[in-house]
């Protein structure tokens, strides 16, 4: 419907791991291998786009976060790979290597 959507998770019920979320998203497969509305599926993009700029937007922030530009605060994950250039079926093993917040770096993955 062209509607904005977000990916989000629901912490404490599980670990908060919106890649996993992407992952879902993107392929559509249950736990037992069954891939589910293969119509409903959002590209790699679509998926980044629901975490970022999506997200802000649901909070009335787009102005403040959810792109990267001047003006903005620095929230952001540096990963290991690109899940808009890996294999859709690759984005829930893409890791975070660094968060920054507000421009400050709250995690460093040990092997970073």
Request: proline share 5%.
């Amino acid at each position: 419907a062209g509607l904005p959507f977000t990916l989000h998770t629901d912490t404490p019920v599980l670990r908060p791991n919106l890649l996993e979320a992407a992952w879902c998203a993107v392929n559509r497969v249950t736990k037992a291998g069954a891939q589910l509305d293969e119509d409903q599926k959002v590209t790699p993009y679509q998926a980044m786009r629901a975490i970022t700029f999506n997200g802000a937007y649901q909070y009335g922030e787009e102005d403040l976060k959810g792109t990267l530009e001047a003006g903005k605060l620095a929230d952001l994950v540096v990963l290991d790979r690109n899940p808009l250039a890996v294999d859709p079926r690759e984005i829930r093993e893409i890791k975070v290597l660094v968060t920054i917040k507000e421009g400050a770096v709250i995690y460093r993955r040990d092997e970073a």
